[in-house]
Nanobody, 116 residues
């Protein structure tokens, strides 16, 4: 069992920055991949960024060059630094953890709103 709690969302102007955090608890030693996904109203949930246990990173095309995913050394806290934010980045951002068994867990989400 893994619990994920996101924080750091809010309202920001276009061109601004925000940093999201996701704190993992429970069987964190079993997590193979952690990542951020987002879902805008009326749209499907999409990949933002993922990081594997070994440190391999993948970004979704819309955020490449603007967002950075990192984690702390204990691998219990995941971060998403978001720079040069655009109105189209407005969405609910979710943290996801995938275990070695491929079972996945999701956080409750945090709202990010970018005004033009």
């Amino acid at each position: 069992q893994v619990q994920l709690v996101e924080s750091g969302g809010g309202l920001v102007q276009s061109g601004g920055s925000l940093r999201l955090s996701c704190v993992a608890s429970g069987a964190v030693f079993r997590i193979n991949v952690m990542g951020w996904y987002r879902q805008a109203p009326g749209k499907q949930r999409e990949l933002v960024a993922t990081i594997t246990r070994g440190g391999s990173i993948q970004y979704g095309d819309p955020v490449k060059g603007r967002f950075t995913i990192t984690r702390d050394n204990s691998r219990t806290t995941l971060y998403l630094q978001m720079n040069s934010l655009k109105p189209e980045d407005t969405a609910v951002y979710y943290c996801k953890g995938v275990l070695e068994t491929l079972r996945d867990y999701w956080g409750q989400g945090t709202q990010v709103t970018v005004s033009s």
